[in-house]
T-cell receptor, first 112, second 114 residues
């Protein structure tokens, strides 16, 4: 079956630090990959996505590259801000169905 | 666009009682999803509607759970004979319909079963 493994948190960084949150997956076929973010008090929001191997998704300074050879979709940002503090979820969709499979989430806290 | 709204935000009930949650998706979205999230875990898929048709159900959705979307607009999720293990955040999401189109999530209904 499909599964997503995320870097365990919580992660605490200083403002302007480099961020990496690791995500690896197991899936049948060729999945589409997503990062969702949940800011405090808000619903989950799509941050970025990639639908085929070697695609790079990007949004708000965040990037993730779909690596089929390592089954990974790591989230990166060059310089984080306090406003990036949130919980980040890696997810995949595979097999032609509508179900999203999520990782356990990584709580990120950025300190000034 | 007022977003996906869920009601109530919080529900406390006693074991064995029935509860019903409501979800109002974004008005032009024809796909609606229910997920469940427990503390420290990611959301888990429960079921999905396209318009009024329920097209996919997870094995997590036992016979105590039922979901409807009678006119292809709002949806309800009912849990009968609640158990303590049902305590979770129940999330609703909607999308316009194309595969891989992004999901818009509501803020969820937090259920506590005492």
């Amino acid at each position: 079956g499909n599964s997503v493994t995320q870097m365990e948190g919580p992660v605490t960084l200083s403002e302007e630090a480099f961020l990496t949150i690791n995500c690896t997956y197991t899936a049948t076929g060729y999945p589409s990959l997503f990062w969702y973010v949940q800011y405090p008090g808000e619903g989950l929001q799509l941050l970025l996505k990639a639908t085929k191997a070697d695609d790079k998704g990007s949004n708000k300074g965040f990037e993730a590259t779909y690596r089929k050879e390592t089954t990974s979709f790591h989230l990166e940002k060059g310089s984080v801000q306090v406003s990036d503090s949130a919980v980040y979820f890696c997810a995949l969709r595979s097999g032609g169905n509508e179900k999203l499979t999520f990782g356990t989430g990584t709580r990120l806290t950025i300190i000034p | 666009d007022t977003g996906v709204s869920q009601d109530p935000r919080h529900k406390i009930t006693k074991r064995g009682q029935n509860v019903t949650f409501r979800c109002d998706p974004i008005s032009e979205h024809n796909r609606l999803y229910w997920y469940r999230q427990t503390l420290g875990q990611g959301p888990e898929f429960l079921t999905y509607f396209q318009n009024e048709a329920q097209l996919e159900k997870s094995r997590l959705l036992s016979d105590r759970f039922s979901a409807e979307r009678p006119k292809g607009s709002f949806s309800t999720l009912e849990i009968q004979r609640t158990e303590q293990g049902d305590s979770a955040m129940y999330l609703c999401a909607s999308s316009e319909g194309a595969t891989n189109e992004k999901l818009f999530f509501g803020s969820g209904t937090q259920l506590s079963v005492l």
